[in-house]
């Protein structure tokens, strides 16, 4: 998943997590305080060189992933499948059961082509190892959003639940 962090805020949080001021990051990177000031309050921008520099000197870790652009939606649908995941790991035979299930009345329903391909191959899913399936609810490949336009797992949350998975996903986005 591709998602803007803002350089300044990632490299306050990641300070503050080590324990570190700005003066003591700033000796331990080979900079200057007033420089660190600056990349955290936004006036200056660190290159993704620098940034990685200091982040590692806190102690931490800088990741990048490049991936595509996730819409709205799609990050709903994560959040609402993340949620599915967790009770699938909970009681994978009741969540299954139900998926196959809403298989039957969503293949009564549809008509195209494509739809029956995707049918075809939550089919596999269900039947295949539950990594495979929670791969695929977490996934945020442009293939995986795709399946989970189909999702078979309606119902697996209750209103409650899925109303409280979006208003902590909307926080997010």
């Given at each position: 998943?591709?998602?803007?962090?803002?350089?300044?805020?990632?490299?306050?949080?990641?300070?503050?997590?080590?324990?570190l001021s700005q003066r003591e990051l700033a000796a331990c990177a080979g900079t200057s305080g007033p420089t660190i000031a600056a990349y955290e309050s936004g006036a200056k921008e660190p290159r993704l060189s620098t940034l990685d520099r200091l982040v590692s000197a806190t102690g931490q870790h800088l990741y990048v992933r490049v991936?595509?652009?996730?819409?709205?939606?799609?990050?709903?649908?994560?959040?609402?499948?993340?949620?599915?995941?967790?009770?699938?790991?909970?009681?994978?035979?009741?969540?299954?059961?139900?998926?196959?299930?809403?298989?039957?009345?969503?293949?009564?329903?549809?008509?195209?082509?494509?739809?029956?391909?995707?049918?075809?191959?939550?089919?596999?899913?269900?039947?295949?190892?539950?990594?495979?399936?929670?791969?695929?609810?977490?996934?945020?490949?442009?293939?995986?959003?795709?399946?989970?336009?189909?999702?078979?797992?309606?119902?697996?949350?209750?209103?409650?639940?899925?109303?409280?998975?979006?208003?902590?996903?909307?926080?997010?986005?």
């Amino acid at each position: 998943m591709v998602s803007f962090v803002d350089p300044s805020q990632l490299l306050r949080e990641a300070r503050d997590a080590s324990g570190l001021s700005q003066r003591e990051l700033a000796a331990c990177a080979g900079t200057s305080g007033p420089t660190i000031a600056a990349y955290e309050s936004g006036a200056k921008e660190p290159r993704l060189s620098t940034l990685d520099r200091l982040v590692s000197a806190t102690g931490q870790h800088l990741y990048v992933r490049v991936g595509r652009h996730l819409t709205r939606t799609d990050r709903r649908s994560l959040a609402l499948h993340a949620a599915v995941n967790a009770r699938l790991c909970e009681d994978s035979q009741a969540v299954l059961r139900k998926a196959r299930k809403n298989m039957v009345t969503m293949r009564a329903a549809a008509k195209g082509r494509a739809a029956q391909r995707l049918f075809a191959e939550w089919d596999e899913l269900l039947d295949g190892p539950l990594t495979a399936v929670s791969e695929t609810l977490l996934s945020s490949s442009e293939h995986a959003c795709d399946l989970r336009q189909v999702s078979p797992f309606a119902g697996v949350l209750n209103d409650g639940e899925r109303r409280a998975v979006i208003a902590a996903a909307a926080v997010l986005l």
